[in-house]
Every structure is written in structure tokens, then in C-alpha cells.
């Protein structure tokens, strides 16, 4: 059974710093590309950042110098280092990968950032 699950959201202050985690079972975590997307109310979801299985990254233009996303071949899990948040980072935050011919999503982990 296929599983990715997110967390590590919440709320911050602008400026601050969130590590988002997610856990996958039952995919092929070696080789596939994880990603991070996000989406906000009356928003379409947008690519924050992924990492292919060879670890090799990419990045939307609003989040370079301040995301960094990583992953965690033993533990099956990816990561998103977000530094200095801004309030427009708010949403929620979705893990992805795509395996047996489709696309995987999490359940999304919100991120407020705000005062």
C-alpha cells in the first residue's frame, strides 16, 4: 500500500524556520523523484522544489537561497529545510512522487506564516 505522509507544519513567524517531513511506504523511494508542491485557497498548486532519486535538485524561483529539500534513503522520507518564511509562503504543503503509472500525494501539512 502506497503512503506518503507529511508533517512538520505550522505556524511561524516571518523569518522563522520549518523542517517539513514526509514518509513514504511502499513506493520505489530509491529511484523516484520526491516533490514538494504547494497550494492556497483559490490557488492551483504549484512546485515548490524536488530531488530525484540521484539527488539531484530543482526549485521554484521564489523559494532559492531559503528552501533546501533533501532526502533520507534508510528512513523511506523527504525532507523541506524552509528558512526565512515569508507570509507569502502560506499554504499547504503537499508531498509527491509517481510510481505503478500515477501520481502519489500526501494529506498536506499547513504552513502559516504570520505576526
Known amino acids: 500500500q502506497v503512503r506518503l505522509v507529511e508533517s512538520g507544519g505550522g505556524l511561524v513567524q516571518p523569518g522563522g524556520s520549518l523542517r517539513l517531513s514526509c514518509t513514504t511506504s511502499?513506493?520505489?523511494?530509491?529511484?523516484?523523484?520526491l516533490a514538494w508542491y504547494r497550494q492556497g485557497p483559490g490557488k492551483e498548486r504549484e512546485l515548490v522544489a524536488n530531488?530525484?532519486?540521484?539527488?539531484?535538485?530543482n526549485y521554484a524561483n521564489s523559494v532559492k537561497g531559503r528552501f533546501a529539500i533533501s532526502r533520507d534513503y534508510p528512513r523511506n522520507t523527504a525532507f523541506l529545510q524552509m528558512n526565512r518564511l515569508e507570509r507569502e509562503d502560506t499554504d499547504v504543503y503537499y508531498c509527491?512522487?509517481?510510481?505503478?503509472?500515477?501520481?502519489?500525494w500526501g494529506q498536506g501539512t499547513q504552513v502559516t506564516v504570520s505576526s
Open positions: 511502499g513506493v520505489n523511494f530509491k529511484i523516484n523523484t
Open positions: 530531488v530525484t532519486g540521484g539527488g539531484s535538485t
Open positions: 509527491h512522487t509517481r510510481d505503478y503509472g500515477r501520481d502519489w
